[in-house]
Antibody, heavy 123, light 106 residues
Framework: EVQLVDSGGGLVQPGASLRLSCAASGFTFNTYAMAWVRQTPGERLEWVSSIGSGGVPTNYADSVMGRFTVSRDNSKNTLYLQMNSLRDEDTAVYFC????????????????WGQGTLVTVAS | DIQMTQSPSSLSASVRDRVTITCRASQTITTHLNWYQQKPGKAPDLLISGASISQTGVPSRFSGSGSGTDFTLTISNLQPEDFATYYCQQTYSLPVTFGGGTKVYI
């Protein structure tokens, strides 16, 4: 059974940094691209970043480009999101998500999600 | 970016009703359209991919249709466990984008 366990969220001040982690199990982690998706307090879903199975390519939403960095450690079956220069508008529940496949309509389709970790940015 | 517009944003329904949710893309996305169900406090759950392909274990009362820019999720014979929020998502191009959600309530 696929399991994704998100962690690392918390309450931070604007300008601070935070690193999220996603521990994966139940599938061959190093063969799937992964992503981070966030859900705002208004319950809107926003794609944040994606990373290829081997660590490249990486892609980012414009709103986080230059501030967030996605990475993975395939030896530890773990996905990361380093978040720097956090802003109020980054407040959200952050989910890691697994790509269903690598081509066609499976590409960028998220067939498994973590439980989410809450990031609150406030002074 | 491709904008996804869902309607309605919420709807009231009863058990055994037939419910239809629509999703419109701001440009053609062929059949690169997914539907997710989300219950309070939980992560979204993939129901349908490729506009009409139901995932393993999804009840047959859920069906998806459409291509190009207009898509529909239909729930026939609504069951108590179907009261949730439904989101569409386009995967045609980055950034992937989601509709605003449709909350189905009693």
């Amino acid at each position: 059974e696929v399991q994704l366990v998100d962690s690392g969220g918390g309450l931070v001040q604007p300008g601070a940094s935070l690193r999220l982690s996603c521990a994966a199990s139940g599938f061959t982690f190093n063969t799937y691209a992964m992503a981070w998706v966030r859900q705002t307090p208004g319950e809107r879903l926003e794609w944040v970043s994606s990373i290829g199975s081997g660590g490249v390519p990486t892609n980012y939403a414009d709103s986080v480009m230059g501030r967030f960095t996605v990475s993975r450690d395939n030896s530890k079956n773990t996905l990361y999101l380093q978040m720097n220069s956090l802003r109020d508008e980054d407040t959200a529940v952050y989910f890691c998500a697994k790509y269903m496949g690598s081509s066609g309509t499976s590409l960028r389709t998220f067939d498994n999600w973590g439980q989410g970790t809450l990031v609150t940015v406030a002074s | 970016d491709i904008q996804m517009t869902q309607s309605p944003s919420s709807l009231s329904a009863s058990v055994r009703d037939r419910v239809t949710i629509t999703c419109r893309a701001s440009q053609t996305i062929t059949t690169h359209l997914n539907w997710y169900q989300q219950k309070p406090g939980k992560a979204p759950d993939l129901l349908i991919s490729g506009a009409s392909i139901s995932q393993t274990g999804v009840p047959s009362r859920f069906s998806g249709s459409g291509s190009g820019t207009d898509f529909t999720l239909t729930i026939s014979n609504l069951q108590p466990e179907d009261f949730a929020t439904y989101y569409c998502q386009q995967t045609y191009s980055l950034p992937v984008t989601f509709g605003g959600g449709t909350k189905v309530y009693i």
